[in-house]
Nanobody, 128 residues
Framework: QVQLVEAGGGLVQAGGSLSLSCALS????????MGWFRRAPGKERELVSA????????HYGDSVKGRFTISRDNAKNLLYLQMNSLKPEDTAVYYC?????????????????????WGQGTQVTVSS
């Protein structure tokens, strides 16, 4: 049973930084395409970033490009999201998600429906 556990959320002032992590257990981390999503109050869930199994290919939502960085450590079974220059509109619950893919180490998925496993989420609040 694959489980995802996020950590690192909290309260930060606008312009500050936070780093999130996501630990995968119950599966071989390197076999999973990973993604970060978020849901703000009253809004739909949106993609923040996605990363291929190898880590070589990444994708970012337009609202976070240039500010957030996704990375992974396959040896440690960990996914990361470094968030810089945070804005109040980044306030949301952040979720990591995983999709098993045995065919390609270089692709990623941007649609939430593609992902099979989800963490419980971690709250990020950015004050103005």
């Amino acid at each position: 049973q694959v489980q995802l556990v996020e950590a690192g959320g909290g309260l930060v002032q606008a312009g500050g930084s936070l780093s999130l992590s996501c630990a995968l257990s119950g599966g071989s981390f390197s076999s999973y395409i990973m993604g970060w999503f978020r849901r703000a109050p009253g809004k739909e869930r949106e993609l923040v970033s996605a990363i291929a199994r190898s880590g070589a290919n990444t994708h970012y939502g337009d609202s976070v490009k240039g500010r957030f960085t996704i990375s992974r450590d396959n040896a440690k079974n960990l996914l990361y999201l470094q968030m810089n220059s945070l804005k109040p509109e980044d306030t949301a619950v952040y979720y990591c998600a995983a999709k098993r893919d045995d065919y390609s180490s270089s692709i990623y998925y941007t649609g939430s429906s593609a992902y099979e496993h989800w963490g419980q989420g971690t709250q990020v609040t950015v004050s103005s």
